[in-house]
């Protein structure tokens, strides 16, 4: 999973960064990393979103490499519900994400936004509709306001300062910035300001706000924060997601034990599905998984207490 959305921020870098003359095409591909083989039909549509209701339909896919690494895949994101995916390394989990914006085309089934195959509409709609916080942001040697304003993509340039605003307090870092010396147009980075793990994080939510997206794919949002700081974004997350369709891939299942519907995914197939309590009671893969690790969460407590003795 790691990096996955890494090449999706350099995406929209690359792009700005382009129509300024400043980076040359051969390091924007090795920077991007990733897939350009997808490209839109000739008078592809654009996407319309009206609950934003997402459907995997026998989904079969493989790498370049032929191995198949989703057998088959069906399973289906109510609108405005919070699904995670679970399940043991290399298990399929960004996957399903790459594939959800269309980095690449499935060889086998559908995937579907409100009965719409989205293989037959533009990228750029898709991309739209679709906000991504991933686990660890870039931020760039800018201000706060251009590294929240970037998020909208193209239309950033005319992002507005109540527009700004909005993201910024739906992501709860507003009063921190208004405390800024120059607010929004504090420089942030190597070159400014040196901004906490939780501070990064929620200009990474601003930033994914500001297009105020129907569909949120959460990428394990909160990995590199101490529990109490953890807990705050996830409240934040929480919030934000209810207006909106929400797919959180998780490595810790304590992070996403009250979604609407967890998918236990094993071998690119679904080997579970159902909320947490239900799941627990089943006593199958998830359960084996929470057990796991909630071992090791007492396992890491031990030195902790020991060092406080
Ligand atoms: P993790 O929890 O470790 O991040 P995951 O469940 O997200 O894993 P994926 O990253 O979706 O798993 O990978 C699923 C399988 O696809 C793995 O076997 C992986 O090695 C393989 N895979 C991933 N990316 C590529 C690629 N670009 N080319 C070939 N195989 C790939």
Redesign the pocket.
């Known amino acids: ?2 990096q996955l959305f890494r090449p999706l921020d350099m995406l929209g870098f690359v792009y700005r960064s382009v129509r300024q003359g400043l980076v040359d095409m051969g390091e924007m591909f090795k920077l991007m990393d990733t897939s350009v083989e997808v490209t839109d039909a000739p008078g592809a549509p654009a996407l319309a979103v009206s609950e934003a209701r997402i459907t995997f339909e026998n989904v079969v896919f493989q ?3 032929g191995r198949t ?1 989703l057998h088959g895949l069906s399973f289906d994101v109510p609108a405005g519900s919070s699904v995670a995916i679970v ?1 043991p ?7 399903i994400a790459r594939l959800l914006f269309r980095f690449y085309d499935p060889q086998g089934g559908r995937i579907l936004i409100d009965g719409q195959d989205i293989a037959g509409v533009t990228q750029e709609s898709l991309r739209a509709a679709i906000g991504i916080v991933p686990q660890d942001s870039v931020l760039f040697n800018e201000s706060v306001g251009y590294n929240i304003a970037y998020g909208a993509g193209s239309a950033g340039d005319e992002v507005t300062e109540t527009e700004l605003r909005r993201a910024a307090e739906d992501a709860a870092i507003l009063p921190f910035i208004e405390s800024l010396p120059q607010g929004f147009d504090t420089m942030v980075g190597e070159r400014g300001l040196k901004l906490s793990g939780g501070e990064k994080q929620r200009v990474a939510i601003a930033r994914t706000l500001i297009k105020d997206p129907p569909i949120l794919l959460l990428d394990e949002a909160t990995s590199a924060l101490d529990s109490r700081t953890e807990q705050d974004i996830l409240s934040t997350l929480k919030r934000v997601s209810q207006r909106r369709t929400t797919i959180a891939i998780a ?1 810790r299942l304590s992070t996403i034990a009250d979604a609407d519907k967890i998918l236990v995914l094993d071998h690119g197939r679904l080997a579970e599905e159902g909320r947490h309590t239900e799941l627990l009671e089943r006593g199958g893969l998830y359960a084996e998984m929470w057990a796991r690790q909630a071992a090791e969460r007492d396992d890491e407590e031990d030195p902790r207490a020991q060092a406080a003795e």
């Not at 390394?89 to 996957?95: F, L, P, Q, R």
């Open positions: 999973l790691l790498y370049d490499d690494i399940g390394s290399g298990a399929g989990k960004s996957t490595h």
